[in-house]
C-alpha cells in the first residue's frame, strides 16, 4: 500500500460554506490531487450542523455581521460544527486575527487555527491613513459645515498644520503597520515603532516595546494602533498614556477595541487632550447606540470595517490554499 493510500484512509472532510464550496471545489480538488476528500457544507441555521469534519474554513460569509462579543446564528451553527468534530485538526479564517473566544477553546484541544495575515494588510493602512489625512486637513468639521449649508474656510484657529515635521507613533509592527508607516513617511511625518521588544525595526527608526509607550507621548502628533490583541497590548492605552500625550494628539485605532480603555478615552476627548480619533473598533462590538462616542464632533465611529474591500476574498483564499498544500504536505512525510 502506498503512502498516500495509507494516510488517506479516509476522505479528508473539510468544512466550508456553500459559496466558499462553489468557489473553491475545482482548486481544492487540485491540491488534492487524486487524494480522497469530501467537501462538507456549513449548515447556515441551527440544527443539523454536520460535525466529524478535518479541517474548516471559516469564510467572511460564514462571519457575517457577528462580532466577537455578538454571535449571530450562521457563525454560531459553524462553532457547532467544530465542537462536535473531536478529528479536527485545522481550522483558518478569513480574518488577521484569532482573538475570538472559540479560538482559545480549539487551540486548548491541539487544533491548529491559521488567520489571514496580511490579506487586508494593503486596505487597513489605506483607511489608517485616510483617518489621517481627514483629521489633520479637518474633513469632519467641513462636512458638518457642508450639513448646515455654511461657509467655514479653514482659517484662524481652524487653520490646518502640516503634517511634514509631525510625528507618529504606530504601534505594532506586522505587514499593517509597516504599511502605515511607510505612507506617513513619504508624508515626511517622523515615525516612531512600538511593537513585542525594542530591537530597531529598521535602520535609522526609533523603536520602543509596548510598555515604554508613555516615555514618548509627550512629543508624538499621531497615537496610530496597528498591533494584535494580547495579554500586553490589553488595555495598554489608558489614562496615563492619554496624560502623558502632547496635547492636540490623535488616535488612530484599526487594531483591536481592547487595547484602548474606553472610559478613558472618552475623558480624554472630552478634556481636549487628544483632539480628535478615528476608531474602526471598540471594546465592545457593536458599539452601544447611548455611547457618548457617536455623539462627539471630534470622533469618527467606523463599524469595524476598515479591512473591508472586494479583493480580500481572493486574497484569504489563496492563503486557505497554500496552508491545505501545506497540511497535505505534512500528512505524507
Not at 507621548?217 to 498614556?241: M, N, S
Request: neutral net charge; aromatic residues 6%.
Amino acid at each position: 500500500m502506498s503512502t498516500r493510500d495509507m494516510t488517506f484512509a479516509r476522505p479528508l472532510r473539510i468544512l466550508l460554506s456553500a459559496k466558499a464550496r462553489d468557489r473553491l471545489g475545482q482548486e481544492i480538488a487540485a491540491v488534492m490531487d487524486g487524494r480522497r476528500f469530501e467537501l462538507v457544507t456549513a449548515s447556515p441555521a441551527r440544527g443539523g450542523e454536520p460535525v466529524d469534519v478535518d479541517v474548516a474554513f471559516i469564510t467572511r460569509d460564514v462571519t457575517g455581521r457577528s462580532t466577537k462579543h455578538r454571535v449571530l446564528e450562521t457563525l454560531e451553527s459553524f462553532y457547532t460544527s467544530l465542537r462536535g468534530s473531536p478529528a479536527l485538526r485545522w481550522v483558518h479564517v478569513h480574518s488577521t486575527g484569532a482573538d475570538r473566544p472559540i479560538f482559545a477553546e480549539l487551540k486548548a484541544r491541539d487544533v491548529r487555527v491559521t488567520t489571514s495575515s496580511g490579506a487586508n494588510a494593503e486596505v487597513v493602512a489605506q483607511t489608517a491613513l485616510g483617518c489621517v489625512l481627514a483629521m489633520a486637513r479637518r474633513f469632519p468639521m467641513l462636512f458638518r459645515a457642508q450639513q448646515r449649508h455654511e461657509w467655514s474656510p479653514l482659517m484662524g484657529e481652524a487653520l490646518p498644520v502640516d503634517l511634514p515635521g509631525q510625528s507618529a507613533l504606530v504601534v505594532g509592527w506586522g505587514p499593517i503597520g509597516k504599511r502605515i508607516a511607510q505612507f506617513l513617511r513619504m508624508l515626511e511625518v517622523t515615525v516612531i515603532v512600538a511593537r513585542t521588544r525594542a530591537e530597531p525595526a529598521a535602520a535609522g527608526l526609533q523603536t520602543i516595546a509596548y510598555e515604554s509607550l508613555g516615555d514618548v507621548a509627550g512629543r508624538i502628533d499621531w497615537l496610530i494602533l496597528a498591533c494584535p490583541l494580547t495579554d500586553r497590548t490589553r488595555g495598554l492605552v489608558d489614562a496615563r498614556i492619554f496624560g502623558a500625550l502632547k496635547r492636540g494628539a490623535r488616535l488612530v485605532n484599526v487594531a483591536r477595541g481592547e487595547i484602548v480603555n474606553e472610559g478613558d478615552l472618552v475623558e480624554a476627548l472630552r478634556d481636549g487632550r487628544l483632539a480628535g480619533a478615528s476608531l474602526d473598533v471598540f471594546e465592545f462590538e457593536p458599539l452601544d447606540a447611548a455611547s457618548p462616542l457617536w455623539d462627539m464632533e471630534n470622533v469618527f465611529v467606523m463599524p469595524h470595517s476598515a479591512g473591508h474591500s472586494d479583493g480580500n476574498e481572493g486574497r484569504v483564499d489563496r492563503i486557505f490554499l497554500a496552508y491545505l498544500r501545506e497540511l497535505i504536505g505534512s500528512m505524507e512525510r
